[in-house]
């Protein structure tokens, strides 16, 4: 989790364009002799609305599988923390921006770009805002959140071991639409970076494409941000123009490749959000499958990043997990099922059910259909079962609500049978209250617990019964009318319905029985 991380090790290492460019060697030399890991800052920019996603929140706090657009990006950022700082540019949306990040990461420093002038003028706020930041600033756009740490820091290293003053993670892609493009000199070697809108029919051509991730080398990235003009179709200060500025000053760049190419996917609309989502899907099943996790239908099991699963757990089709989930070893998961924030113990088994915020203990069986509110607490093996509402409910070991039920601010003690269609009145229009319910009860069918109210180890409730008072320890409790019958009621009161003349019907058939049954008493079968 952020803040936890521990960053790559990589050596420290004197920046070539440095020694190259004595201007910067005042704010750039070490003073002491002693080798020290070097200071890696980064920043990142989410300043922009995100106009094509058509909504209120801004693009990079839209979400996927766990965390959102930026929270990854901040994710794949976080070893860096413990030797430099994390800068995010926030504009648009900028207090919901700050509010996140206050929650996520709050290590990070939030700065504010007024108007969105462009990548290269965000980046140049973040640096105005640290005059003292030297060494190596790592450049992220907010919104490319398939990017791995694991690349990242394969780009700082390749940055640093090239001495280099700018380096750029690109891909090779089939659909460059819309990206800047990479372009090269005759002799292959990195020139520029062209955005689509600017560029001329053959770099269009070009499928060679800049992430949004890059490594500058501070001085060298501060001197050519003061440079940068507006002279583009946007009329924007681009950050890319930078790099073009420092390769034509003969400074060394580095155009590094990324692995894969879906890592640097970014998404401006809804669809083609919806597209990295499956794609983040695919990866996060790829892991736990090959972790020894059975997914039984990979393309509708959606499984946050923040969730853990233990080996042998089986995930059937349709199946959302969600939060701080836990699944534990061998228990099964679904069909369509949703975990949010739930500890599921080993080998419980949960289907066809919704779950938020409650832990279902060891070998537990929930569903099929049910749903646990927050604060359901349900013991090792014991039962939520069909049609079973339960909320800030504690069950035993072994105890069972099998059918039809709410459970709302209860505790139903071990090996208790809590029969079908029982609620618990939790609710009196003004309080909620608990009721408890001891250890290897049976209550009846049908049971109202009006709460507060306690029922003793080892106590029966008849069907029925609405339980207002105490049921002590081994007590039956009953608690309704007896039964009276009001003969030839439908008959008179409600003569030539349906209903009467079935009884009639029925009726005359008792009285046909009941003279047949005298003939055969007063002439037994074997005289006749
Ligand atoms: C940018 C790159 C392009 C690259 C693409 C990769 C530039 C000029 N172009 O284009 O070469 O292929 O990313 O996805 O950099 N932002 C701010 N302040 C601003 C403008 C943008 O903070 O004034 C932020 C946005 O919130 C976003 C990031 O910078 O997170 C990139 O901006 P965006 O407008 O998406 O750039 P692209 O057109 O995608
Ligand atoms: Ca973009």
Redo the contacts with the bound molecule.
């Keep these: 989790m952020w803040g936890n991380g521990s960053p790559q090790a990589f050596g420290a290492s004197q920046s070539w364009f440095e020694s190259r460019h004595p201007s910067h060697l005042t704010t750039m030399r070490r003073t002491d002799t002693v080798e020290e890991p070097s200071v890696r800052n980064v920043i990142i ?4 609305e995100g106009k094509r996603m058509k909504s209120s929140v801004p ?2 706090l839209h979400p996927l599988l766990g965390r959102t657009l930026l929270g990854h990006v901040l994710a794949a950022a976080e070893p860096f923390l413990e030797s430099g700082t994390v800068t995010v ?1 926030v ?1 648009h949306g900028g207090d919901q921006v700050r509010e996140h990040l206050a929650r996520v990461a709050p290590e990070a420093v939030p700065v504010t ?1 007024t108007e ?4 290269g ?2 980046v140049r706020i973040a640096l105005d805002a640290s005059p003292e930041l030297s060494g190596t600033v790592v450049v992220l ?4 959140p398939l990017l791995r740490a694991e690349t990242l820091a394969a780009l700082v290293h390749a940055h640093e071991t090239a001495q280099a003053s700018a380096t750029v993670l690109t891909a090779e892609v089939d659909n460059p639409t819309g ?2 493009r990479i372009v090269r000199n005759a002799g292959g070697e990195f020139a520029a ?1 062209v ?1 689509e809108r600017d560029a001329t029919p053959e770099q269009r051509a070009v499928r060679e ?4 991730a890059y490594v500058f080398e501070a001085a060298a990235l501060r001197e050519m941000l003061g440079k940068l003009s507006t002279n583009n179709d946007q009329g ?1 200060e ?3 123009d930078v790099i073009g500025m420092l390769a034509a000053a003969g400074a060394p760049i580095v155009a590094h490749r990324a692995p894969d190419a879906t890592e640097t996917l ?1 998404a401006n609309d809804r669809a083609e959000l919806a597209g990295l989502r499956a794609l983040m899907r695919d990866r996060i099943n790829d892991e736990w499958m090959k972790a020894g996790v059975a997914i039984i239908d990979p393309a509708t099991t959606w499984i946050d990043v923040t969730v853990t699963l233990e080996r042998d757990a089986v995930i059937e089709p349709n199946t959302h997990l969600r939060g701080a989930t836990s699944i534990g070893e061998a228990a099964v998961i679904g069909p369509d099922t949703s975990l949010i924030d739930v500890v599921v113990g080993p080998g419980a088994a949960v289907v066809r059910t919704h779950a938020v915020s409650s832990e279902i203990g060891p070998q537990a069986s929930v569903g099929p259909f049910a749903y646990l509110r927050p604060g359901s607490q349900l013991g090792r093996k014991s039962k939520v079962g069909t049609f079973v509402e339960t909320k800030a409910a504690t069950l035993g070991e072994g105890a069972k609500v099998p059918h039809l039920s709410y459970v709302g601010d209860a505790t139903i003690g071990e090996h208790t049978n809590i029969g079908a269609a029982t609620v618990f009145v939790n609710y009196d229009g003004v309080r909620k209250q608990r009721s408890v319910i001891g250890a290897h009860a049976r209550t009846g069918a049908d049971n109202m617990f009006v709460a507060p109210v306690h029922v003793g180890d080892g106590a029966y409730t008849a069907a029925g019964s609405v339980i207002v008072k105490d049921v002590p320890a081994g007590a039956l409790g009953v608690s309704r009318a007896t039964q009276r019958n009001i003969d030839g009621w439908v008959e008179r009161k409600r003569a030539g319905t349906a209903a009467a003349e079935a009884a009639k019907v029925a009726r005359a058939r008792e009285e046909n029985h009941a003279e047949a049954g005298q003939v055969a008493e007063s002439s037994p079968r074997d005289e006749q």
């Design positions: 920019l989410a300043a922009g693009k990079v540019v504009g770009q969105q002038r462009g990548t003028h965000a756009n907010g919104d490319i990206l800047g970076i955005e494409i800049n992430s949004g924007e681009y950050l890319t970014g």
